[in-house]
């Protein structure tokens, strides 16, 4: 048990882990409400206050014991999920698409910001390791996050986005796993489907998007 190296992966992730937690749970809430549902309004948690989104578990306590648990080889957590009533959207089928597609382009949009960080702080010269660091995990976690959501099984925004773009029939079918949704992707992570065939693809494609269009700015400041 390396207590310092926790100390000190804690204290990288903390920051970039808080912001890409809460401002995903916030743009669900936020869309819902664009499209007619005030629960989360209503629940107060369309908010920046992380608090609001800590679920004690999947946030705290579930990532501390499996970092221990694989010495820091896999983790993983979640946050507490803000209520959509999808029933009081306006047109609840499209509508789903957009509330559920709000997480996962949230995190997309904080990638680019930590990463045009880390480019600022670079072409300043800032020699910092920590700020550096921190920059770096920002992009990743919020890539990771990214990639993981959009997989395309319930309960996960990917599962939502798919009920909500497939016909009826077909919609209903994906629908009905969502209560064993969690595990069977819990499932596919640990005998390695998702990584292999999921994640790394994404985000081998989301590392390569945001090289682009963070490249002009990356070269204005060499």
Known sequence: MDIANLIQTVTLYALPV??????????HGYAARHFGDNTAYAQGRITLNPLKHIDPVGTILMPLMLYFATSGAFL???AKPVPVNFGALRNPKRHMVWVALAGPASNFAQAIFWALL????VGMGVQEPFFVKMAQAGIL????MWAFNLFPLPPLDGGRILVGLLPWKQAQMVSRLEPWGFFIVMGLVLVGVVGAFWLRPLMTLGYALINTLISPLAFLLR
């Open 141 to 144: 976690v919020n890539l990771v």
């Open 118 to 121: 880390l480019v600022g702080l």
């Open 76 to 78: 993983f957590g979640y």
């Open 18 to 27: 808080l912001f890409a937690i809460t401002i995903h749970e916030a743009a």
